[in-house]
C-alpha cells in the first residue's frame, strides 16, 4: 500500500487533509494545495472555516506572501475548509496541526490532540498515512496517538494504517519561507513510512535535507531543538543582567563573543514567548517520566520567565529616581505581542509584565500595532503616563523617535533605542543588558 500511496504522491493524486489551520496548519495547507494537490482543511472554529473559504487569511501580523497564497489555492479549488470529519473519509495522507500546550505543572494537555485522533479513527481510509507536525513530547506517539486511533478505527498501525510524526519548524513573520526552505526529521512507525514521508515533503521542500529516522527520534530532536534555544537564551539573559551591573553593554559582548568559532551566544531580552520555546522544554523533560534528575532545562525555564519580573523591577528603580514608587503609577506597554510585527500572543512576556504591574498597584495602558484591543495612536496613548516600557521590537517602535512619548522614564526590554538622546532629553532610560 505504501508503494502505491508514493506513486499517488508522485503523480499528485494523493488526497491531502490537515487538521488544524492555525499558524502552522493554514501555511501547510497552503503549500501543498500550491504543489499540486487537493487539500482540505478540518478547523473546529466556524468564523476561520468562512474566512479561509472566502479566500482570506485569519492571522494577521507580517506573513509574506501568505494572503496571496491562501486566495490563489482557494480560487483554484485546490482548497477548501471544513468543520465535518466526516468530509476526510477518501483523504490518503491526513496532518495533524493542532495546539499541544503544559499545564501549570509542566504536563503536557493533549486534548486536542486526543479529540482530532477520536474524531479521526472512525472515518480513517484503509492504508492512509497519518502524519503528526504538531510538537509533542518524545513516545507520545506510541503513547498516545497510536492507541487512541487504533481504538476509535479499529484498526492496526503498521498494516491497516500508517503513523509519521514530522515536527513543523516555523515561526510568525516566516512561515512559508521557513516551510519551503528547513529541513525536516521525517519519523516514521517503519522504514517505508519515513521513506513515503520524504516523497511527500519532497513536494514542497526542493533543496533541504529531509532526513529518516523513527518516531520517537524525531520528537526528540524538536523539542531538543527548542531546549537548545531556551537554555541559551537563558544564558544570555543571565549575562545581560551581569553587564548591567559592570556597566557594560550585552550586544557589544555578544558581537565579540560570536567572532570566536563555534561560538553562537543569543539574544537577551525581556522574557520568551510563543507557542514553542516556553513549553516545548517541558515536553522534552516530560519524555523522561520523571526517571532523570533534571536540572539545566528547569533553571533555564525559570530564569527566561523571571525576565518580564526583572523588567519590572528596572522600572520601580527609574521610577524611584523621581521619587514616584509602582503603586499609583502609569505605565504604557509598548507590545503585547511576543515576537515583533507579529498578532501572535501566546505566552507574551508582556502579559506576565501588565499582570505584575497592576497587581502592585500601577495603571496600565497597552499598545500594539498589531494586537486588535491594543492599536491606536502610541503618542496620546502616552500622554500623563510616568513611563514607558518596550517589550516587543515592532518596526513600528523602531521608527519612533521616543522624546515624542513625553514620559519621563524609559525601559527598553528590547534595546531598540540609543539612549544618548534619551537621556540628553533629561529621559531616565534603563535597558535590560545596558549599563544602569
Same mark, same amino acid.
Given at each position: 500500500?505504501?508503494?502505491?500511496?508514493?506513486?499517488?504522491?508522485?503523480?499528485?493524486?494523493?488526497?491531502?487533509?490537515?487538521?488544524? !489551520?492555525?499558524?502552522?496548519?493554514?501555511?501547510?495547507?497552503?503549500?501543498?494545495?500550491?504543489?499540486?494537490?487537493?487539500?482540505? +482543511?478540518?478547523?473546529?472554529?466556524?468564523?476561520?472555516?468562512?474566512?479561509?473559504?472566502?479566500?482570506?487569511?485569519?492571522?494577521?501580523?507580517?506573513?509574506?506572501?501568505?494572503?496571496?497564497?491562501?486566495?490563489?489555492?482557494?480560487?483554484?479549488?485546490?482548497?477548501?475548509?471544513?468543520?465535518?470529519?466526516?468530509?476526510?473519509?477518501?483523504?490518503?495522507?491526513?496532518?495533524?496541526? *493542532?495546539?499541544?500546550?503544559? #499545564?501549570?505543572?509542566?504536563?503536557?494537555?493533549?486534548?486536542?490532540?486526543?479529540?482530532?485522533?477520536?474524531?479521526?479513527?472512525?472515518?480513517?481510509?484503509?492504508?492512509?498515512?497519518?502524519?503528526?507536525?504538531?510538537?509533542?513530547?518524545?513516545?507520545?506517539?506510541?503513547?498516545?496517538?497510536?492507541?487512541?486511533?487504533?481504538?476509535?478505527?479499529?484498526?492496526?498501525?503498521?498494516?491497516?494504517?500508517?503513523?509519521?510524526?514530522?515536527?513543523?519548524?516555523?515561526?510568525? /513573520?516566516?512561515?512559508?519561507?521557513?516551510?519551503?526552505?528547513?529541513?525536516?526529521?521525517? /519519523?516514521?512507525?517503519?522504514?517505508?513510512?519515513?521513506?513515503?514521508?520524504?516523497?511527500?515533503?519532497?513536494?514542497?521542500?526542493?533543496?533541504?535535507?529531509?532526513?529518516?529516522? #523513527?518516531?520517537?527520534?524525531?520528537?526528540?530532536?524538536?523539542?531538543?531543538?527548542?531546549?537548545?534555544?531556551?537554555?541559551?537564551?537563558?544564558?544570555?539573559?543571565?549575562?545581560?543582567?551581569?553587564?548591567?551591573?559592570?556597566?557594560?553593554?550585552?550586544?557589544?559582548?555578544?558581537?565579540?563573543?560570536?567572532?570566536?568559532?563555534?561560538?553562537?551566544? @543569543?539574544?537577551?531580552?525581556?522574557?520568551?514567548? /510563543? @507557542?514553542?520555546?516556553?513549553? #516545548?522544554?517541558?515536553?522534552?523533560?516530560?519524555?523522561?517520566? +520523571?526517571?532523570?534528575?533534571?536540572?539545566?532545562?528547569?533553571?533555564?525555564?525559570?530564569?527566561?520567565?523571571?525576565?518580564?519580573? @526583572?523588567?519590572?523591577?528596572?522600572?520601580?528603580?527609574?521610577?524611584?529616581?523621581?521619587?514616584?514608587?509602582?503603586?499609583?503609577?502609569?505605565?504604557?506597554?509598548?507590545?503585547?505581542?511576543?515576537?515583533?510585527?507579529?498578532?501572535?500572543?501566546?505566552?507574551?512576556?508582556?502579559?506576565?509584565?501588565?499582570? @505584575?504591574?497592576?497587581?502592585?498597584?500601577?495603571?496600565?495602558?497597552?499598545?500594539?500595532?498589531?494586537?486588535?484591543?491594543?492599536?491606536?495612536? !502610541?503618542?496620546?496613548?502616552?500622554?500623563?503616563?510616568?513611563?514607558?516600557?518596550?517589550?516587543?521590537?515592532?518596526?513600528?517602535?523602531?521608527?519612533?523617535?521616543?522624546?515624542?512619548?513625553?514620559?519621563?522614564?524609559?525601559?527598553?526590554?528590547?534595546?531598540?533605542? #540609543?539612549?544618548?538622546?534619551?537621556?540628553?532629553?533629561?529621559?531616565?532610560?534603563?535597558? *535590560?543588558?545596558?549599563?544602569?
Amino acid at each position: 500500500m505504501l508503494a502505491e500511496l508514493r506513486e499517488k504522491i508522485i503523480r499528485r493524486e494523493a488526497r491531502l487533509a490537515v487538521i488544524g !489551520l492555525g499558524y502552522v496548519g493554514l501555511p501547510v495547507a497552503c503549500v501543498f494545495a500550491e504543489a499540486g494537490f487537493q487539500v482540505t +482543511g478540518v478547523e473546529i472554529r466556524a468564523e476561520r472555516v468562512a474566512l479561509i473559504n472566502a479566500g482570506r487569511s485569519p492571522i494577521a501580523g507580517e506573513e509574506p506572501g501568505l494572503d496571496e497564497l491562501l486566495a490563489r489555492v482557494v480560487a483554484a479549488g485546490q482548497l477548501r475548509a471544513t468543520a465535518e470529519y466526516a468530509e476526510l473519509r477518501e483523504s490518503d495522507i491526513i496532518l495533524i496541526d *493542532v495546539e499541544t500546550p503544559v #499545564d501549570e505543572d509542566h504536563v503536557p494537555r493533549y486534548q486536542a490532540l486526543r479529540a482530532a485522533c477520536r474524531s479521526l479513527g472512525p472515518v480513517l481510509k484503509p492504508g492512509a498515512l497519518v502524519i503528526v507536525e504538531s510538537t509533542i513530547a518524545p513516545g507520545t506517539i506510541d503513547r498516545v496517538v497510536r492507541p487512541l486511533l487504533e481504538e476509535s478505527s479499529g484498526k492496526s498501525s503498521g498494516r491497516d494504517f500508517y503513523l509519521g510524526a514530522c515536527p513543523e519548524r516555523v515561526m510568525p /513573520g516566516k512561515l512559508l519561507a521557513n516551510l519551503r526552505t528547513l529541513s525536516r526529521v521525517c /519519523g516514521g512507525e517503519l522504514p517505508e513510512v519515513a521513506e513515503t514521508m520524504i516523497t511527500l515533503y519532497r513536494t514542497i521542500i526542493p533543496q533541504a535535507d529531509l532526513d529518516a529516522a #523513527d518516531c520517537v527520534t524525531a520528537e526528540l530532536v524538536k523539542t531538543t531543538e527548542n531546549a537548545f534555544r531556551d537554555v541559551n537564551i537563558a544564558f544570555a539573559n543571565e549575562v545581560a543582567v551581569i553587564c548591567e551591573e559592570v556597566g557594560a553593554d550585552v550586544d557589544r559582548v555578544r558581537e565579540l563573543v560570536n567572532k570566536s568559532p563555534g561560538r553562537n551566544m @543569543h539574544i537577551a531580552g525581556a522574557g520568551v514567548g /510563543g @507557542h514553542c520555546i516556553p513549553k #516545548d522544554p517541558w515536553l522534552l523533560a516530560y519524555g523522561a517520566q +520523571g526517571r532523570a534528575d533534571l536540572r539545566l532545562i528547569p533553571t533555564a525555564r525559570a530564569v527566561n520567565d523571571a525576565m518580564p519580573l @526583572h523588567v519590572a523591577e528596572l522600572l520601580s528603580e527609574a521610577l524611584n529616581e523621581q521619587g514616584k514608587t509602582l503603586a499609583g503609577a502609569c505605565i504604557l506597554v509598548m507590545g503585547y505581542a511576543y515576537l515583533e510585527n507579529s498578532d501572535d500572543t501566546r505566552n507574551s512576556p508582556s502579559e506576565v509584565l501588565v499582570q @505584575h504591574l497592576r497587581a502592585a498597584g500601577a495603571e496600565v495602558r497597552i499598545h500594539d500595532p498589531w494586537v486588535e484591543p491594543y492599536q491606536g495612536d !502610541l503618542v496620546s496613548l502616552g500622554k500623563g503616563c510616568d513611563a514607558a516600557v518596550v517589550m516587543v521590537a515592532h518596526t513600528a517602535y523602531k521608527a519612533l523617535d521616543p522624546v515624542q512619548l513625553g514620559v519621563p522614564v524609559l525601559i527598553d526590554g528590547r534595546r531598540v533605542y #540609543d539612549p544618548t538622546p534619551l537621556r540628553a532629553a533629561g529621559i531616565i532610560y534603563r535597558a *535590560v543588558g545596558r549599563p544602569r
